[in-house]
């Protein structure tokens, strides 16, 4: 592992300062922090999560975004990517990280971070761990202005939540809002932070299963999702999911700027993949044609099951 390289681009995830190669770890003189490569070869810049929450890897999830991460940046992302001149991508959130092979072999300088639980996967791969890092999408490792592109895709809902449930934290609303300021941070002015998730606002969920402890009658909806393969979910209040208002205030509201933030499109960015049984099938057929359709002017709605979004730095 190339320490002396690395050393010259990361930065503390606490602090934000420079780190220097130590020997066998990478080390923040100014806050005292060592870092080093965890069991699976990969450093693990995790400084923000809870004590016995790593481990929130499920294989069957593997398997799904091992397909339809290529697929999704081929048919969705790239056409934004070669819009603009980029040269410095970030992933955030990229499991099993197969795009960002993709974007380098593209001559894209890429980078992903995930929680430590994903490294076992990028170790079996054989990634080179100067571009994939184990870290809290709140503290990143990475210098202010350093990325012309940012995404998180399926990532936002799950910021302030309990890891690997969907019960809020009870300061939540500052975790969220630690995680929109870090995003921003990292983003060169005048580049762009894409987000995709399930909308709050859209009351049927087909992304996440039932597994908020203080959903309100959870047992029929226990029951709906094991039927059906959807959540059936509250619209308002603390609920894990984020309308397109949410977000926008996450991004926009705090640099008081218009226009900072685009709907998008979600034609093209799903295949359904999760009602592929029974009687979900169905929805399987209906679903892509209600999504692919939805008029321009409804993007940013509560018709839109999903909120896809392009803020701009300015």
């Known amino acids: 592992m190339n320490f002396n390289k690395l050393s010259t681009f990361l930065v503390c995830p606490r602090c934000h300062n420079g780190l220097a190669n130590s020997g066998s770890s990478i080390t923040c003189f100014d806050c005292g922090l060592d870092f080093v490569p965890n069991e699976n070869g990969f450093f693990d810049f995790a400084i923000g999560l809870p004590t016995g929450s790593i481990d929130t890897g499920k294989d069957g999830y593997v398997k799904i975004q091992e397909a339809e991460a290529p697929r999704v940046y081929k048919e969705w992302l790239e056409p934004f990517l070669a819009s603009e001149p980029v040269k410095r991508v970030l992933n955030v959130g990229c499991g099993l990280g197969s795009e960002i092979l993709i974007l380098r072999e593209k001559g894209y300088e890429a980078y992903g971070i995930d929680l430590p639980y994903a490294s076992k996967y990028w170790k079996q791969m054989g990634y080179d761990s100067c571009y994939f890092f184990c870290s809290d999408a709140s503290y990143l490792p990475f210098p202010a202005e350093f990325f012309d592109v940012v995404y998180s895709f399926g990532v936002i809902e799950h910021i302030g939540t309990e890891i690997g449930q969907c019960t809020l934290l009870s300061n939540y609303e500052e975790i969220r809002q630690k995680f929109a300021n870090e995003l921003l941070r990292v983003t060169k002015q005048g580049g762009r932070i894409f987000i995709h998730c399930p909308n709050k606002g859209f009351p049927v969920d087909i992304a996440h299963g039932p597994t908020d402890r203080a959903g309100p009658k959870r047992r029929l909806r226990l029951f709906i999702h094991k039927h059906t393969r959807l959540t059936i979910h509250k619209t308002w209040g603390d609920y894990h999911l984020l309308s397109y208002p949410e977000v926008r205030r996450l991004f926009c509201n705090e640099r008081k700027e218009e226009g900072c933030i685009e709907a998008l499109s979600s034609?093209?960015?799903f295949s359904f993949a999760t009602l592929d049984s029974g009687f979900a099938r169905v929805y399987k057929i209906l679903a892509?044609?209600?999504?692919?359709?939805?008029?321009?002017?409804?993007?940013?709605?509560?018709?839109?099951p999903f909120v896809c979004v392009m803020i701009r730095k300015k």
Do not use: A, T
């Open 267 to 269: 034609r093209n960015y």
């Open 288 to 304: 892509p044609i209600y999504v692919n359709n939805i008029p321009l002017c409804l993007w940013s709605s509560f018709l839109n």
